[in-house]
């Protein structure tokens, strides 16, 4: 067996291997997205029999996280190639991407990241009912998303569409500003379809939804969450230096769709 020379202090000063942890940080600054990030908290309503949250929960809205605090970063979003020798097309892949961002900013697993710098289109079904009483008394439904950019100069892409289901033959074009407003994700029918849904005795409305929106990530999994280096400093010590965050994120429709992002 041969003998492995010992490395000498020479070789450790003169042949160093460092990381530029502030390179990366330049690189997310300078070329970085501006993103909003919000913590996510599970929601207290969650039952310790089967640990779900209750359906009808007005703080989670059904989901089971409650997302917390809104502050701007910068990130380098990148997608997940995919390898068709591995048939990867599944659901399970789809809506997925790359983040990096500085340590310092310390995401968390399930944090909400919004695009501030982007915008995209979706297409999805919200169920409104009556909530509340009174003089509180609506109609309305929740999107997925917030939407963004309702009315659009004539000769522009349409950004907002919705239209009500009346029988397997007919539907109506709803009008924004007429039919419905929003407040955030919440659709809002007039008072008149409010009255119209009471006097028909039927418990909801069918509408199917068309808008735009930035887009909106959950994170997944923080793939790289120690990255420590040491790296010689000025004084000829070595300091400890933290690497950038890396982690898998994916589109919040894939995950918080379904009933609890509409609660019954």
């Known amino acids: 067996m041969g003998h492995t020379a010992p490395i000498t202090q020479q070789q450790l000063k003169s042949a160093r291997v460092d990381f530029k942890a502030d390179k990366f940080d330049i690189l997310v600054e300078q070329k970085g997205l501006k993103l909003t990030h919000q913590y996510s908290v599970k929601c207290s309503c969650i039952r310790e029999v089967n640990g779900s949250a209750l359906p009808n929960c007005e703080i989670c809205e059904g989901i089971g996280f409650t997302f917390n605090g809104s502050h701007i970063l910068?990130?380098?979003?990148?997608?997940?190639?995919?390898?068709?020798?591995?048939?990867?097309?599944?659901?399970?892949n789809l809506g997925t991407a790359l983040l990096t961002t500085r340590y310092t900013d310390r995401l968390g697993w399930y944090d909400k990241i919004i695009v501030d710098d982007g915008a995209t289109m979706f297409s999805e079904n919200i169920f409104p009912i009556i909530r509340g009483t009174g003089i509180t008394q609506k109609c309305s439904g929740l999107l997925t998303y917030v939407p963004i950019d309702f009315l659009q100069p004539l000769g522009s892409n349409v950004t907002m569409k919705a239209f009500l289901y009346v029988n397997t033959t007919t539907q109506t074009e709803l009008t924004y500003n007429t039919d419905y407003t929003f407040t955030g994700r919440e659709m809002i029918l007039s008072n008149a379809l409010r009255d119209a849904l009471i006097a028909s005795g039927k418990d909801k409305y069918y509408i199917g939804v068309r808008y735009k929106h930035k887009p909106e990530y959950i994170v997944m999994d923080i793939q790289k969450n120690i990255r420590n280096s040491l790296v010689l400093n000025v004084g000829g010590g070595e300091e400890l230096r933290h690497l950038p965050i890396h982690c898998t994120i994916k589109k919040t429709h894939y995950l918080l769709n379904g009933q609890g992002i509409t609660p019954p």
């Open 74 to 92: 910068k990130g380098i979003i990148q997608a997940i190639n995919f390898n068709p020798k591995f048939q990867q097309y599944s659901e399970v």
